[in-house]
């Protein structure tokens, strides 16, 4: 069908596609034709040496030290937070927030978990500021900043990180399923075991990234993120999306 | 988890299933082999050391967590890293413009834009110097280096491009098309 399905028309778009330059809808529409057109696989086949080149032939730069210095703390909290998972401390989290939402959980679950985003627990696994030593015990670094990321972790439906702004700070969310209509993201802190609804609520993008920020986050042992009705809740009426344990 | 010394005789796809395992000495060689590049990439892209940091740490922190996905019937592992360092560089960028990101940067998809057929001319490829790859991108005219530049390094749509330019869209897609196949036959030349 390669000859009679357009295929000129759609080889003018190949290289704008290659390039990333084609507009959402454009992209999916050039991938569905050339799903049945050979032509335009074998076009793009053609060109693919091209695009790699780019990338390769930029001046090089080399990237500071203290970046793979950094990478690597994370990937051994990473490492340090599977190998340990079962330590008194990581068991006590885990009590304390299986705690909390127990008691939260008393009340009506209106709503369901969204399609395909399981409910996530991520653990205290990266540390940007924090270096990790030989036992992979984490360490308060001597290279602090106005902004760092205070924890960051990821699992199958949602990324996720907190950065220090001042006092307070700001979640960064990514992947997220969009929300049904009428509903809105709303995210909670847990001090002493006492879980509060942490104004504002948000939304994520058409990307799946959601941001929302905390004013104060002194004293933060967690922060859940849920999906209630438009308004907000009291008290989360879902299963959480995200929660985040802080590093003490 | 294996040595350091072992992890460097392997390939970069036998490093993955490792990296997908969680074994931290296979991604510290993988992170040494294509670290480079892909800081030299973001930092080409966001224009910053900062914000080139940030994305090459988000990209290979994304790669270590996900290891695992990598399939390496679709591509080379550098290709596909790269293309992961490139579309984070122009969220990145487009988010500090304060515009939402245009494309669908996802990892997963990047996976599916590279047929197992690629494989044999890119690894020849990558055989080929730094020199002849930039001798081949900089031997472009200037309009068809400009409008390859603005999407692939800017991040920018055709028709932004066009807009920007003053020109057709047609033009635009034209001169696209003419860069890059002017890009493949000087690289072809190479390897002939």
Request: charged content about 25%.
């Amino acid at each position: 069908m390669s000859e009679h399905n357009g295929h000129e028309r759609w080889s003018e778009e190949l290289a704008a596609y290659l390039l990333g330059a084609l507009d959402p809808a454009e992209a999916a529409a050039f991938e569905q034709h050339a799903e049945g057109c050979e032509r335009c696989r074998a076009e793009a086949r053609w060109l693919a040496p091209a695009m790699q080149a780019l990338p390769e032939s930029v001046e090089r730069a080399e990237p500071a030290p203290e970046l793979r210095q950094r990478l690597m703390a994370e990937v051994l909290a990473d490492v340090a937070g599977v190998e340990e998972g079962d330590t008194e401390e990581r068991r006590g989290w885990r009590q304390r927030l299986t705690g909390a939402w127990s008691r939260l959980g008393d009340g009506p679950l209106g709503l369901r978990p969204l399609a395909g985003v399981a409910a996530l627990a991520l653990v205290v696994a990266a540390v940007a500021g924090y270096l990790v030593g030989s036992d992979g015990a984490a360490e308060p670094s001597q290279q602090g900043g106005a902004q760092e990321t205070i924890v960051a972790g990821e699992a199958p439906g949602v990324v996720a990180e907190m950065v220090s702004e001042g006092e307070g700070g700001s979640l960064h969310l990514s992947n997220v399923e969009q929300l049904p209509p009428g509903k809105v993201l709303e995210a909670w802190v847990q001090r002493d075991g006492e879980v509060a609804p942490a104004p504002p609520l948000f939304e994520p993008d058409d990307r799946g990234q959601a941001t929302t920020t905390f004013a104060d986050i002194d004293g933060v042992e967690a922060v859940m993120v849920t999906v209630e009705p438009a308004g907000g809740s009291e008290a989360p009426t879902s299963e959480p999306i995200l929660t985040m344990a802080m590093p003490e | 988890m294996v040595r350091r010394e072992k992890a460097e005789r392997l390939a970069d796809e036998e490093l993955m299933p490792l990296i997908g395992a969680k074994d931290p000495e296979a991604f510290e060689v993988f992170y040494d082999r294509h670290g480079g590049a892909a800081y030299s990439l973001a930092y080409r892209i966001v224009g910053e050391r900062p914000g080139a940091e940030d994305v090459v740490q988000e990209a290979f922190i994304s790669i270590w967590r996900s290891g695992a996905r990598f399939d390496r019937a679709r591509g080379s592992v550098r290709g596909w890293t790269l293309s992961i360092v490139r579309n984070r560089a122009i969220d990145a960028l487009r988010s500090r413009a304060g515009k939402a990101p245009k494309l669908t940067f996802d990892d997963e998809a990047i996976l599916e834009q590279r047929p197992a057929e690629e494989l044999t001319e890119e690894e020849a490829m990558r055989h080929e110097t730094q020199g002849e790859l930039r001798g081949a991108v900089g031997s472009l005219p200037h309009d068809q280096a400009k409008v390859i530049e603005l999407a692939y390094f800017g991040g920018f749509s055709h028709s932004e491009i066009a807009a920007m330019l003053g020109v057709p869209l047609g033009t635009v897609k034209g001169r696209m098309r003419l860069g890059l196949e002017k890009i493949r036959g000087e690289l072809a030349e190479g390897l002939a």
